[in-house]
């Protein structure tokens, strides 16, 4: 199958955009997104039986507007490595580049999927599932499904990142990097039961 032109083509390219220039870097949560989530998981464990593609970010938040990329979390042990970057280089996926690279051991991956009409951006996180942010990243997630109230603030936040002419993901991210560390702390304390 990794030689499969069809299978080639399912991931479309990613074209990185300047926040600042992009009409559209802020918009309404999009119900297809789990869908998009859904078919990408699909694509994954066809290439890669039993892999654990989980969607996380904004768009698993039903009612978070945000970026509308699509962002999913691939734990793994650390000798699939070289299997899943090859399953998902053969589905099209793309290896993120940017100013500060993700490290060899958890790469993310990019790509775009064609639903109803439109493409979707993708990120797929690459991360050994011992490494704490595979928690943290449910973590965020699953408060924000949790409290209306949370995913309004992460809005107001993300909306004042963005407006203050934000140019990358690099700088979007530490403008957000604060309050998400502080909701996945609280959320661990009360996990702990403290």
Do not use: W
Not at 41 to 62: I, M, N, Q
Not at 99 to 122: A, I, K, N, Q, S
């Amino acid at each position: 199958m990794a030689g499969d032109p069809e299978a080639r083509a399912v991931i479309g390219r990613y074209d990185y955009v300047r926040y600042r220039d992009a009409a559209d870097a802020y918009r309404p949560y999009d119900a297809r997104c789990p869908v998009v989530a859904e078919r990408v998981a699909a694509l994954v464990g066809e290439r890669l039986p039993g892999a654990p593609v989980e969607h996380v970010g904004s768009t698993a938040v039903p009612g978070c507007p945000g970026k509308g990329v699509v962002d999913l979390l691939l734990p793994y042990a650390e000798d699939d490595l070289a299997a899943i970057r090859s399953s998902l280089e053969g589905l099209g996926f793309q290896l993120h580049v940017g100013r500060d690279p993700f490290p060899p051991r958890r790469p993310v991956y990019v790509g775009t999927l064609d639903h109803d009409g439109e493409p979707f951006r993708l990120h797929l996180h690459v991360v050994p599932k011992a490494d704490p942010e595979v928690a943290a990243q449910r973590r965020f997630r699953d408060a924000l499904r949790a409290d209306p109230t949370l995913v309004a603030a992460y809005a107001e936040r993300k909306r004042a990142v963005l407006a203050s002419g934000v140019d990358d993901g690099t700088d979007y991210n530490r403008g957000k990097e604060a309050f998400v560390r502080a909701v996945i702390d609280r959320r661990t304390r009360e996990e702990r039961g403290g």
